[in-house]
């Protein structure tokens, strides 16, 4: 039987006050409903629906995704109703399985286990008998046989049915043809005048057709985001997990509890990394690299070796084998960095490439250059490479020397092996292995007097 998802993200998110849609907050730098989709697709379902609320353009916008289709809920009317507008798009035939856009870390393997237990036709409900069920709706099983008979909402349950302690998680899987029989039989006669997805368990039991459990792994997995409490609860037991992955892995974490991964992290052999540093999008460290504390690298790859210092910042670069990089370094878009190269405190490299062996080591900016090997770049020298319109390239060939103070006016060529005076502005292409100069020659007038105080 083909697989349809549907995920019912119509809701308003009225505790997280805030401007933006619930499922678009985001766990681990991605969207909620991201984390929730990425569990749907590992099961490479037929078809994927999602059920978005009015004003839930935002949401439709930033999932251009062609594989979705999307269905907007006018009136929220409750998950049943919303389930029933959903299954136009869900092709005939079709089991379907319900998720909630605002359960981020739903597990592909109890998926795989809930539609399981529901195969044959079966209904499959996924239940939880973990913390605290207060708010969930319970799960009513007949005495005698423990078959589940029906779902009831906390607000219509009695002292009796509030008692159950296991709880249905809002995942369910059953046939698209029963649910639409089900779905129009449905009524809102209940104590939130809503039509209630939870309803066509009684409605199945009633057909005679089973309705199979399976139990939730752990309370993480089916907790929903309501406000920002859970919201930031979930990111820590996120971030947990993937802390005791690198750890597995032979990473060396200095702190698990100190490490945001946001995004994938790839790690060789022997990396250590120290405290507090962020990793956002696709970021590589190769073998035995170090990462020290406070650092935030983004979408780049830090070759063999090298060692990253405090309070550096690296986005979308290429660090090659054995370079040595901060404190407080920050490598830009575009930066290219062979091996062996040095970028010390407070110095800036934007798309630039930098040959083998170069150095930058002091408050320098290179921006827009091509930097062969072995060069050093001197303290406070910077690339001029905006005009204020256009941006300009500087190259910069091998074995050169710039002093330090140097402002090099783009676009500009400083030839192999070429010297450059301390505090020289460089704006014609030098020739090679000569010194260049530009600046006032210095004078000192013999016989000058120091100003006095006038009296008055
Ligand atoms: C629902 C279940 C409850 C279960 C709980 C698990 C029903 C009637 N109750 O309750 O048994 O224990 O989830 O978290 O289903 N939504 C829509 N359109 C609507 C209403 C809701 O898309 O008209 C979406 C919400 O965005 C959310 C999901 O459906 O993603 C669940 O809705 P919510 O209001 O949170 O349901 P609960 O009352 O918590
Ligand atoms: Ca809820």
């Not at 070796?305 to 550096?312: I, K, L, N, Q």
Request: glycine content about 10%.
């Amino acid at each position: 039987m083909d697989l349809a998802v549907v995920v019912l993200a119509a809701g308003q998110g009225k505790r997280m006050h805030s401007d933006t849609p619930k499922v678009l907050h985001r766990l681990a730098g991605r969207a909620l409903l991201s984390h929730v989709l990425a569990a749907a697709r590992a099961l490479a379902p037929k078809q994927i629906v999602v059920v978005y609320g009015h004003g839930g353009e935002q949401v439709r916008v930033a999932f251009p995704d062609a594989d979705l289709a999307w269905v907007e809920q006018r009136e929220r009317l409750g998950t049943g109703h919303a389930l029933q507008q959903a299954l136009s798009e869900v092709p005939k035939g079709a089991n379907v399985l319900v998720l909630n856009g605002d359960v981020p870390l739903i597990s592909v393997g109890t998926l795989r286990r809930l539609l399981e237990a529901g195969s044959g036709g079966r209904l499959a409900i996924l239940t939880a008998e973990l913390g605290d069920a207060k708010g969930y709706g319970r799960v009513v099983r007949d005495k005698k046989s423990r078959r589940v008979t029906r779902i009831v909402e906390e607000k219509d349950a009695t002292p009796d049915e509030r008692a159950i302690r296991e709880w249905y998680t809002g995942v369910l899987a059953a046939p698209r043809a029963q649910l639409e029989t089900w779905l129009s039989q449905i009524e809102n006669r209940n104590a939130q005048g809503e039509y209630y997805l939870t309803d066509v368990i009684a409605l199945a039991a009633k057909d005679g057709v089973e309705v199979a459990s399976a139990p939730a792994a752990d309370l993480d997995e089916v907790q929903g985001v309501n406000g920002r409490s859970e919201l930031a609860r979930l990111e820590r037991a996120l971030q947990r997990a993937n802390a005791a992955r690198l750890l597995e892995a032979g990473v060396a974490l200095a702190d698990p509890e100190r490490i945001d991964v946001r995004g994938a992290l790839a790690c060789g052999r022997d990396v250590a990394i120290d405290v507090n540093c962020v990793f956002e999008g696709d970021v590589k460290l190769g073998d035995g690299v170090s990462i020290g504390p406070n650092c935030i690298l983004r979408d780049c790859s830090i070759a063999a070796g090298s060692e990253v210092h405090a309070f550096t910042l690296i986005d979308s670069a290429e660090v090659g084998a054995r370079c040595r990089i901060g404190p407080y370094a920050r490598l830009r878009p575009g930066a290219r960095l062979d091996e062996e190269v040095h970028i010390g405190n407070f110095v800036e490299v934007k798309a630039s490439r930098i040959g083998a062996g170069s150095k930058a080591n002091h408050l320098a900016y290179v921006g827009d250059s091509d930097v062969g090997k072995r060069v050093n770049i001197g303290a406070g020298t910077i690339t001029c490479n905006y005009d204020g319109v256009n941006k300009h390239r500087t190259v910069i060939e091998d074995d050169c020397f710039i002093g330090s103070d140097a402002t090099l006016v783009a676009p500009v060529k400083i030839a192999k092996g070429s010297y450059i005076g301390a505090g020289s502005t460089i704006n014609k292409d030098t020739p090679p292995g000569q010194l260049t100069l530009a600046r006032a020659k210095q004078v000192s007038l013999e016989g000058w007097k120091p100003p006095k105080k006038e009296k008055r």
